[in-house]
């Protein structure tokens, strides 16, 4: 039972919410990844980043340090 108005925005307002964040968060990723050579680009943020090849891109240009890769990535 709804007991104010408001609680029949609130999930729209959290989809919403997050929504602006995975597009925020993932503007922010690809801006620092178009400084890497070559550059790369995440299009779809869980897609793209759950194999932890581009997490490890995004840490190698944040820290300015080549980064070990594990066999296990390189052979994806």
Do not use: Y
């Amino acid at each position: 039972l709804v007991k104010h108005i408001w609680e029949l925005f609130l999930p729209t307002q959290l989809v919403t919410q997050e929504l602006v964040q995975k597009r925020t968060f993932t503007k922010w990723i690809n801006t620092h990844l178009a400084k890497r050579n070559p550059p790369m680009m995440v299009s779809d943020l869980f897609e793209d980043i759950k194999d932890g090849v581009m997490l490890i891109a995004l840490l190698e240009v944040l820290s300015g340090q080549k980064l070990v890769r594990s066999s296990f990535l390189l052979n994806q």
